[in-house]
């Protein structure tokens, strides 16, 4: 077992506590002592992270950061930023002690899906706001019966609201302020190392 303070204020301090099949990210008083707490199983602000719910960790080395991503899309990304000494010795242990992963630049191509993948969407979402907007502009009738009824009334809604002119401004404005943040990870795409969870991983100290 290997832990790290990763954040310290006047009355708490949080822990990263790596263990052979899991990290724990705990918090305790400044006053109790870690060691006995985890000996006594007496913690009680504790989140436990098996490694074989995390698709994978990144140590980003441009801004110091730790983001554990999971293979259960509904589960929110863990996200932590860390003193430099800290990060350097996390991310050297992660790499050096962790078995059945593989281990790999933080790509560029990785860092441009996220702004990617939104962008095609408002693109398309934008493409069918112009389309409704336009048939209901011709008087034509646009159904909101069935499946998701609520979702296809609330979509007519938008598009009757916006217009056809409407819709496709709205839409390049989201738009474009997603291919700019494509342009800006470009020039400055940032440097770190991706732990990519296999089927088994573990641990070794």
Excluded: C
């Excluded at 932590?80 to 050297?92: A, G, I, N, P």
């Amino acid at each position: 077992m290997k832990k790290w303070i990763i954040f310290q204020s006047e009355e708490v301090k949080n822990y990263l506590i790596a263990k052979e099949n899991s990290i724990l990210l705990a918090e305790i008083f400044n006053d109790e002592d870690i060691d006995q707490l985890l000996k006594d199983r007496k913690l009680t602000k504790v989140r436990t992270i098996r490694y074989e719910d995390v698709k994978e960790f990144i140590f980003i080395d441009s801004d110091r950061t730790l983001q554990i991503e999971f293979k259960d899309d509904d589960v929110d990304e863990v996200e932590l930023h860390l003193e430099e000494s800290v990060f350097t010795e996390m991310k050297d242990h992660f790499i050096s002690s962790m078995k059945g992963v593989a281990i790999k630049d933080y790509s560029l191509l990785k860092q441009i899906q996220p702004p990617g993948i939104v962008a095609i969407v408002a693109v398309v979402i934008t493409a069918l706001l112009f389309s409704t907007a336009k048939s209901l502009e011709r008087g034509e009738y646009v159904s909101t019966s069935g499946r998701r009824g609520l979702i296809k009334k609330l979509f007519v809604g938008i598009a009757d609201f916006l217009g056809s002119t409407g819709s496709l401004i709205v839409g390049g404005l989201v738009t474009l302020f997603f291919v700019y943040l494509i342009v800006q990870i470009v020039r400055n795409p940032k440097q770190g190392k991706l732990i990519k969870i296999k089927d088994f991983v573990e641990m070794k100290f």
